[in-house]
């Protein structure tokens, strides 16, 4: 009997339920385990003939992966140097970005259309609320569709692991928006479009960071 432990880059207990199928269907493999305590989501297969080839091979039929172990002494500089790693932070900021931006600029446009007397301070926090309500409800449509969650699963696991990056996000746009605008939506000045362009790149660079180090070190996201 084979031991054989490997580091993945699976996110949940619904990625185990994906890889279940694959990994009982093989009659070398007797037992295996995820360890989803760990940062490194560790698998842990008993068997004969088990070999990290036969294991990848089986993570790659839904997506997954076997991680690299860093080495200890470049740890440092390991740890932000993950390309996968920032392609699905910025793949995840943006579906952020998308859901936020649909909400504050929808709730400056509508303020200014049909409540102009309202204070630029109101306007800021509302279109604040708007975002992040826009923003959870892409997150959770995402987990629905991609991931089969229930609604349920699908709300709380994007309230849970969005929220402090959309605060940041919309902090910055709004900031940014604020100062090159005044916070004035207006559609015939050529500066507001560029305000609004600078708006969504500072949007999303600022939760950037954030994303991908909660990725990379408890391996939070699952969209």
Same mark, same amino acid.
């Given at each position: ?10 996110? *949940?207990?619904?990625?185990? @339920? ?5 990994? +009982?269907?093989? =009659?070398?493999?007797?037992?295996? +385990? ?9 698998? %842990? ?11 990848? &091979?089986?993570?790659?039929? &839904? ?9 200890? &002494?470049?740890?440092?500089?390991? /740890? $932000?140097?993950?390309?996968? =790693?920032?392609? !699905?932070?910025?793949?995840? %900021?943006? @579906? *952020?970005?998308?859901? *936020? ?7 400056? #446009?509508?303020?200014?259309? /049909? ?6 301070? $109101? ?9 992040? /309500? ?8 995402? #987990?629905?569709? !991609? &991931?089969?969650?229930? $609604?349920?699963?699908?709300?709380? %696991? ?22 090159? %605008? ?6 015939? @000045?050529?500066?507001? $479009?560029?305000? #609004? ?13 954030? +994303?991908?180090?909660? #990725?990379?070190? /408890?391996?939070?996201? *699952?969209?």
């Amino acid at each position: 009997m084979e031991t054989l432990q490997v580091n993945t880059n699976i996110h *949940c207990d619904k990625c185990v @339920n994906k890889l279940a199928p694959h990994l +009982n269907g093989v =009659k070398d493999i007797s037992s295996w +385990n995820f360890d989803l305590n760990k940062p490194e989501k560790t698998l %842990t297969v008993q068997g004969e003939g088990i070999t990290p080839d036969l294991i990848a &091979e089986l993570l790659d039929k &839904e997506g997954y992966e076997i991680a690299p172990v860093v080495e200890k &002494e470049n740890s440092a500089q390991s /740890f $932000w140097s993950d390309i996968s =790693k920032w392609k !699905r932070a910025s793949f995840n %900021t943006m @579906n *952020c970005l998308i859901g *936020c931006s649909i909400g504050d600029f929808g709730m400056i #446009l509508f303020l200014q259309a /049909f409540y102009p007397e309202t204070s630029m301070a $109101w306007q800021m926090v509302l279109a604040i609320i708007a975002g992040l /309500f826009t923003s959870i409800l892409l997150e959770t449509m995402i #987990l629905k569709v !991609r &991931e089969s969650f229930d $609604w349920i699963l699908a709300l709380k %696991t994007a309230f849970g692991m969005s929220f402090i990056s959309m605060i940041g996000m919309e902090i910055a746009m709004n900031t940014s928006d604020f100062i090159i %605008t005044g916070g004035k939506a207006s559609f015939d @000045n050529p500066m507001y $479009w560029i305000a #609004l362009i600078i708006a969504m790149a500072v949007g999303f660079a600022a939760p950037l960071p954030y +994303n991908y180090y909660k #990725l990379q070190k /408890f391996n939070k996201a *699952c969209h």
